[in-house]
Structure formats: structure tokens, C-alpha cells
């Protein structure tokens, strides 16, 4: 029982930077996994970070690896998307999704139990 709302998104140019923020309801939000997909338009939904419950092991797509960052803060319950260096290629649509309780890793969209209703991103070249 995890609902997920995304912000942070908008419009930025080629090389700048946003920060996508995920606040969460739910009292077990410290025993989700979390993740970040997106969606392109035309593409398939696409993992992009995750991070468990222990806020140490983290996973990135390798084309945003050095260059986001994923990380939470369980007191706030909010997870974040620290994106640097943003390409055109990054725009899609981005989406906070947790696993179930004590769920680890995966990059499957379909093992996500929660879904944000994503925030858009769009870098222009």
C-alpha cells in the first residue's frame, strides 16, 4: 500500500542537470526497494536506477551510470534522481516504482508493485 508521487521534471538544455524527487505514503517505505524507469516516446519502459532498502547497493543503466545518481532518505520517504549532464537522448517520461517489502533488486518492470505517474523530462540539444 505505497502510493508514489514524482516531481523535479521540466525542461532543461543539453548538459544541465535536474534533480527528480519521489515522496512516498506508506509506513514501510524503508523496506521497498526502490526504483526509477522510464519511457521514451515509441520505446519500451526502461530501468534506470534502483536503490534498497539498506541505501547502500545501488543499480544504474549503464547509460546514465557517472552521471546519475539515485538515493533516499527514509525519514522523508522520498527517493531522488540526481541527473547530470543530461543528453536529448535522456527525455522520456520518468517513473518512481517500488517493489514489494524486502524485494531486492531487479530490473524488470513487471516485479514493481507501485507505480508514480511519472514526471516529464525533456532535454533540448
Known amino acids: 500500500q505505497v502510493q508514489l508521487v514524482e516531481s523535479g521534471g521540466g525542461l532543461v538544455q543539453a548538459g544541465g542537470s535536474l534533480r527528480l524527487s519521489c515522496a512516498a505514503s506508506?509506513?514501510?517505505?524503508?523496506?521497498?526497494?526502490m526504483g526509477w524507469f522510464r519511457q521514451a516516446p515509441g520505446k519500451q519502459r526502461v530501468f534506470v536506477a534502483g536503490i534498497d532498502w539498506s541505501t547502500i547497493d545501488t543499480y544504474y543503466l549503464d547509460s546514465v551510470k557517472g552521471r546519475f545518481t539515485i538515493s533516499r532518505d527514509n525519514l522523508l520517504t522520498t527517493v531522488y534522481l540526481q541527473m547530470n549532464s543530461l543528453k536529448p537522448e535522456d527525455t522520456a517520461i520518468y517513473y518512481c516504482?517500488?517493489?514489494?517489502?524486502?524485494?531486492?533488486?531487479?530490473?524488470?518492470?513487471?516485479?514493481?508493485?507501485?507505480w508514480g505517474q511519472g514526471t516529464q523530462v525533456t532535454v533540448s540539444s
Open positions: 506508506g509506513r514501510t517505505f524503508s523496506e521497498h526497494f
Open positions: 516504482a517500488a517493489r514489494n517489502i524486502w524485494a531486492g533488486y531487479s530490473d524488470y518492470e513487471g516485479s514493481y508493485s507501485y
